[in-house]
RNA sequence: GGUCCCAUCGUCUAGCGGUUAGGACAUCGGCCUCUCACGCCGAGAACCUGGGUUCAAAUCCCGGUGGGAUCACCA
């Protein structure tokens, strides 16, 4: 009896395309239902639009899930594979009066359907075949009896009890032409043949959930209960959309984005706790509850999105950085031979990224043999008074015992001292030979990570570099 | 157009009859400082509108307005 108690969830995406930001979220809160009560979550692959589906596109909704964590119990399930569930189901149907054979052809349909909107009226389906009690026949489809009267209620777990009057459906079809369900049955058939009790979905779902209720009576199956999340909106609150920027899951992660950061950020999106907005994935699990889930649409905020993502950089264990870092650096063409020289520049760079792009780029000169001089840069301060700091290092670097952090400082502050100058005077130079940029981590840093010959050698590089200039 | 959903700073949100309407991102100041960041301190910024109900409404009810979704042999 316990077993009954047991949620189960699912995410069923249709493979049309990649997994995107909303059915990630999507995924992710069934994916928290489920393991917020030790219940089981389901995946299943909505592949009964033969024209659309393709394996492209089921390969990467799994990679994408991979790589945000959302492991799953069963499955993955694929429709077009229970074919046999849902014929067997449409005989059922058909047995018992509640389905009728329809061969009305699209044209036809198409036709009534732009009069009665050029009309104003509905564009319902009329019943034309409802009493004609055909029989198959090649083109013909199977369409649900949906009763005209009374009213059917969905007590939705985030949006409330919502009543549609059944005049409003039409009868639908159930089985295609190509003898292939559609959608609002195989669904039906699905989940309630799987046994999932929560389903949890994006709330342009929720006009479907009427019929979908009529069926799961016509067919004697419990009803599971329902939930509705908002939709994502882009900034200018229409539906998400490509024209609104990255909308795909792994675009993300081509992009320099940790795992962890999207979900926090998702699950954020219509989901809140109390004032909190840092969540480790133990703590979303604990917390979550369809109850906090919002009923308001949300704009997808990119700003948000990467702040978390500096924050779990910032906070980032340096060990596993450094190898989410390595694709990216030789993205850029670097050679990356030295692992403990890439740890510590993610050690250098993890307070001042935002992105593993960002700081591929911004790490770059570490990786370089010979420096790539950023040319308003070296103007400024590889002249004259530059070339005389750097050859005062120069002079004090190679015998500089205390090779450290506090020693190098040292070093140059005396150095800026004895030439009274003022000590960005002295570094700012030296930045720019060490990294081409007056942009860097702290000098000191800097220098550090290098390695005391290889700013020698830079030093050198500089000077021979301005002498020619 | 019909049906359905929604409505607190620019954005994500807290609030569940009595609060100086809180937090976060972003923005703008300041501090720190070798650059850039990080960090810290501070500022500006919101209850769509009109009616009720109530001693009291951001909160409950109704209307309006606005936005969204959906009306396929797509999912």
Redesign the pocket.
């Known amino acids: 009896m316990s077993n009954d108690n047991k949620k189960r969830t699912r995410f069923a995406p249709?493979p049309t395309g990649y997994l995107h930001i909303g059915g990630a979220r999507t995924a992710l809160f069934n994916w928290l239902y489920a393991r917020h009560y030790g219940g089981k979550f389901i995946l299943r692959i909505?592949d009964?639009?033969q024209e659309?589906s393709t394996e492209e596109s089921t390969r990467a909704i799994f990679d994408a899930m991979t790589w945000l964590g959302l492991n799953w119990d069963e499955g993955p399930h694929y429709q077009a594979e229970r074919i046999e569930k849902y014929k067997e189901a449409v005989r059922r149907l058909l047995d018992a009066g509640k389905a009728f054979r329809c061969d009305c052809?699209?044209d036809a349909?198409e036709e009534k359907?732009k009069k009665a909107l050029a009309e104003?009226r509905?564009?319902?389906y009329d019943g034309t075949c409802r009493e004609k009690n055909l029989e198959w026949k090649p083109?013909s489809?199977v369409r649900f009896r949906t009763p005209q009267i009374g009213m059917t209620t969905v007590n939705d777990l985030i949006?409330?009890i919502?009543?549609?009057n059944n005049e409003?459906l039409d009868d639908l079809?159930v089985e295609?032409?190509?003898g292939?369900p559609?959608?609002?049955f195989a669904v039906v058939v699905d989940d309630a043949e799987m046994g999932i009790t929560h389903v949890i979905r994006g709330?342009?779902?929720?006009?479907?959930t009427p019929r979908q209720i009529l069926l799961y009576e016509a067919l004697g199956y419990e009803v599971p209960k329902f939930a509705h999340v908002p939709?994502i909106?882009g900034s200018d609150?229409?539906?998400l959309s490509k024209r609104h920027g990255a909308t795909s899951v792994m675009a993300y992660r081509e992009m320099g984005y940790l795992p962890e950061a999207l979900v926090n950020y998702l699950v954020?999106?219509?989901w809140?706790y109390?004032?909190q907005?840092i969540f480790s994935l133990d703590e979303l699990i604990r917390y979550f509850s369809l109850e906090?889930v919002?009923?308001?649409?949300?704009?997808f905020?990119p700003?948000?999105l990467l702040?978390l993502n500096q924050h779990y950089i910032?906070e980032g264990d340096t060990d596993r950085l450094a190898d989410l870092l390595c694709p990216f650096l030789k993205d850029l063409d670097l050679r990356v031979t030295d692992k403990a020289l890439v740890k510590n520049v993610v050690g250098d760079l993890k307070?001042?990224s935002k992105t593993l792009v960002e700081m591929a780029e911004s790490g770059a000169f570490y990786f370089r043999d010979s420096v790539e001089y950023d040319p308003k840069s070296a103007e400024q301060f590889l002249d004259r008074e530059g070339r005389a700091s750097l050859n005062a290092i120069l002079e004090e670097l190679p015998a500089l015992s205390d090779y450290t952090k506090e020693g190098v400082?040292n070093m140059l502050r005396t150095i800026a001292e004895k030439r009274t100058l003022k000590?960005?005077n002295v570094?700012?130079p030296l930045?720019v030979t060490l990294t081409g940029k007056?942009?860097?981590?702290?000098?000191?840093q800097v220098m550090i990570t290098l390695g005391k010959e290889k700013v020698i050698a830079r030093i050198k590089s500089a000077l021979e570099f301005s002498k020619a200039e």
Do not use: C
């Open positions: 249709s909505e009964t639009d659309r052809t699209p349909l359907r104003g509905k564009p319902k083109g489809v949006k409330g919502i009543s549609f409003e079809i295609r032409s190509d292939y559609t959608y609002n709330d342009d779902h929720l006009n479907n939709m909106l609150k229409a539906r954020r999106l219509g809140s109390g004032d907005e906090s919002g009923r308001s649409a949300a704009v905020n700003e948000k702040w910032k307070t001042r400082e000590l960005k570094i700012q930045r007056t942009v860097s981590p702290g000098i000191d």
